[in-house]
């Protein structure tokens, strides 16, 4: 069985350009979650998706992070425009169900460099 | 608002060794579950072993086994018998159990584990 698969796995952008990251999960996980962790600090919730809905955007940090999730399969995140402090690795997981301690398992992630 | 904290920006263990990296978490919550994950060089993290807050009894998986402590909020994870492929970033994380609300992971910033020969 495929795991979470993110690509790229290494994005190099100059400031203000867009760059589109991508995740697919397990097939027949409806949650989605995007994670970031910037260089040394946490690994940070951005959102949840169920299926093609969004569950929980509140870890969005402004309005130049778009993601989407057509047909609830593979979501993409958009970045426009970078900016220097989105420089970090990005997280994609999945999971089955939502109850209890359902694991989620996660992408080998994008690294975002913005310079 | 959960918090994780990972105090042990780096921990180093000698081969066959013991090594206990430390994670406290703030939570007003009495029902959650707690996590660590690891993620080698390659960078996928992969879950090691979870722990219900509802247990008392400590999670283990083979060499791995945690020292949950719900009235100190310490999550605390030993290896046994530590082992090259061990070296990797170690994250704790917490999950509310209140699936209405919340079922994202929040995670402490990590803790590096080197395996010396």
């Known amino acids: 069985e495929a795991g979470v698969t993110q690509f790229p796995s290494h994005s190099v952008i100059e400031k203000g350009q867009t760059v589109t990251l991508r995740c697919d999960p397990i097939?027949?996980?409806?949650?989605l979650y995007w994670y970031r962790r910037v260089m040394g600090k946490e690994i940070k919730f951005l959102l949840h998706?169920?299926?093609?809905?969004?569950?929980?955007e509140s870890g969005m940090p402004n309005n130049r992070f778009l993601a989407e999730r057509t047909g609830g399969t593979y979501s993409t995140l958009k970045v426009q425009p970078a900016e220097l402090e989105d420089s970090g690795v990005y997280f994609c997981?999945?999971?089955?169900?939502?109850?209890?301690?359902?694991?989620?398992?996660f992408g080998q992630g994008t690294r975002l460099t913005v310079v | 608002a959960q918090t994780v904290t990972q105090s042990q920006p780096e921990m180093s263990v000698q081969e066959a060794e013991t090594v206990t990296l430390s994670c406290t978490y703030d939570?007003?919550?009495?029902?959650?579950?707690l996590f660590w994950y690891k993620q080698p060089p390659s960078r996928q993290m992969i879950l090691v072993i979870r722990?219900?807050?509802?247990?008392?009894q400590n999670a283990t998986e083979n060499r791995f086994s945690v020292n949950f402590q719900k009235a100190a909020k310490s999550f605390s994870l030993k290896i046994s018998d530590s082992q090259l492929g061990d070296a990797a970033m170690y994250f704790c994380?917490?999950?509310?159990?209140?699936?209405?609300?919340?079922?994202?992971?929040?995670f402490g910033t990590g803790t590096r584990l080197q395996v010396t020969l």
């Open positions: 722990q219900e807050a509802y247990k008392q």
């Open positions: 097939s027949g996980h409806d949650n």
């Open positions: 994380a917490y999950r509310s159990a209140n699936t209405g609300t919340a079922s994202k992971l929040t």
């Open positions: 997981a999945s999971s089955q169900w939502v109850a209890e301690n359902t694991e989620a398992f």
């Open positions: 998706f169920v299926k093609e809905s969004k569950q929980d």
């Open positions: 939570t007003s919550e009495s029902d959650y579950y």
